[in-house]
């Protein structure tokens, strides 16, 4: 069972480029979360999407996009990549509307110089 | 605003010696709270839920309890093997879809 899966685990960018960070789950939860986890924060939400095609914005959404054509994948698309973007970033997604678990993909760390 | 401390930053322990670790909440209507342990370079990987003051859930030398204003991580007898980050996070009733973390307790039992 993959449960949430991210790729690239690791990626440098310079400044000014853009890049995709894909997730995919394949346990049909319609709940999918973005977070970026910086050394002594807490993780911070940048985008989640209730179901496909609905996608809204979380705490920290400046810099990033994302879309949910499907119910699977949940791209966090990087455009002109600043070196405020360097962290860790992990995808999650839950079964639940209301309170309940998240289920962790393993993280991307992306370095921007 | 929805806040949730969680201390202390960094314990070590001998293996054997128990301890707890704290996460202080302050939400407007609390709908669940959670515990994660995070290894090095992986995921957060779930623990418990807790939903209301008074509940208690246990998962072999770990048992999280629940009050109005906080919970605890006791750690029972810790082995090398329970050395990770704990992370706690709350959903509160103001924000459905949303969760928020607290920075974790890194635990170092040692042999």
């Known amino acids: 069972n993959a449960g949430v899966t991210q790729t690239p685990k690791f990626r440098i960018l310079k400044i000014g480029q853009s890049m995709t960070l894909q997730c995919t789950q394949d346990?049909?939860?319609?709940?999918m979360y973005w977070y970026r986890q910086d050394p002594g924060m807490g993780l911070k939400l940048i985008y989640y999407s209730v179901g496909a095609g609905i996608t809204d914005k979380g705490e920290v959404p400046n810099g990033y996009n994302v879309s949910r054509s499907t119910t699977e994948d949940f791209p966090l698309r990087l455009e002109l990549a600043a070196p405020s973007q360097t962290s860790v970033y992990f995808c999650?997604?839950?079964?639940?509307?209301?309170?309940?678990?998240?289920?962790f993909g393993e993280g991307s760390r992306l370095t921007v110089l | 605003e929805d806040q949730v401390t969680q201390s202390p930053e960094a314990l070590r322990l001998q293996e054997g010696e128990s301890s707890s670790l704290n996460c202080s909440y302050t939400v407007s209507g609390l709908r669940g709270l959670f515990w994660y342990r995070q290894d090095p370079g992986k995921g957060p990987e779930f623990l418990f839920t807790l939903y209301s003051a008074g509940e208690e859930k246990e998962k072999e030398r770990l048992k999280a309890t629940l009050t109005k204003k906080e919970s605890f991580l006791h750690i029972t007898a810790p082995k090398p093997e329970d050395s990770a980050t704990y992370l706690c996070?709350?959903?509160?009733?103001?924000?459905?879809?949303?969760?928020?973390f607290g920075t974790g307790t890194r635990l170092k039992v040692l042999a």
């Open positions: 999650a997604s839950s079964p639940y509307q209301g309170p309940g678990e998240l289920f």
């Open positions: 346990m049909n939860h319609n709940y």
């Open positions: 996070a709350v959903q509160a009733s103001s924000g459905t879809y949303k969760y928020i």
